[in-house]
């Protein structure tokens, strides 16, 4: 019985904690309470989860999440792209920024995509924060064929948490094409070693590290890093 309500409890604290975007509104706005599941409104939470099930998020207020999925899904598949560009021709300074709390699934993991074959792109700047005291963020490409994750050019990560990079096996990739900031740490890390399990991650030509104080941690018995950087 103890474990049937502990079980309840924390289904229920999942359940609502989380938010599912499918864009219903039809402008891919994050503030349009009719782009969310159930026209139940965007998540205000710091350790809410975020479920993406459209082609493009538009982030037109700054926002904190814990946790962002990309759905896997049934029928057609996209990529989907996550922009502060509220349908200007430009970026500009004044765009939002969207902020990883920390306090995401267990408290690490902050970004999956699930999705066969398809990207998560974020063509805006984002944040990863340290909440507690856990000791890195994960970022995961978590289905088979040539899915990725891609941190997209002309934009900044700044991480102020190390983050690990899991399950970038064969084909699928991390990608880092814009600018990174802060102190923390990109690492290597899935449980088993080997092959199998190998990680890449690919540094894209507009990549820059120039301010960026933190290092590159190969912790695993196979680990990859592909560069396409030139000059300095």
Known sequence: ??????????????????????????????SNDDNWEGNGGAPTAKNAIVVLKSDKLIIDQN???GFLK???????????????????????????????????????ISIVNLEVNKGLIFNLDVVIKTEGNQTFEDIRVFEAGNAYITFGAGYSLTLNQDIRIRDSKTNRRVNFNGTLLGAKSIKFGSPGGGTSTRNTIEFGAGF????????????????MAISNVTGN
């Open 1 to 30: 019985k103890l474990y049937f309500i502990l079980f309840f409890l924390i289904s229920s604290f999942v359940s609502y904690g989380q938010k599912t975007f499918d864009n219903g509104g039809g402008d891919h706005l994050w």
């Open 63 to 65: 926002v904190e999440i």
């Open 70 to 108: 990309k759905a896997k899904m049934t029928g057609t598949k996209f990529n989907t792209v996550i922009t502060n560009c509220n349908n200007e021709g430009a970026c500009n300074a004044n765009d939002k920024v969207l902020t990883f709390s920390g306090k995401g699934i267990n408290n690490d």
């Open 208 to 223: 820059n590290a120039a301010n960026w104080t933190g290092d590159l941690v190969f912790s695993e018995n196979y680990c």
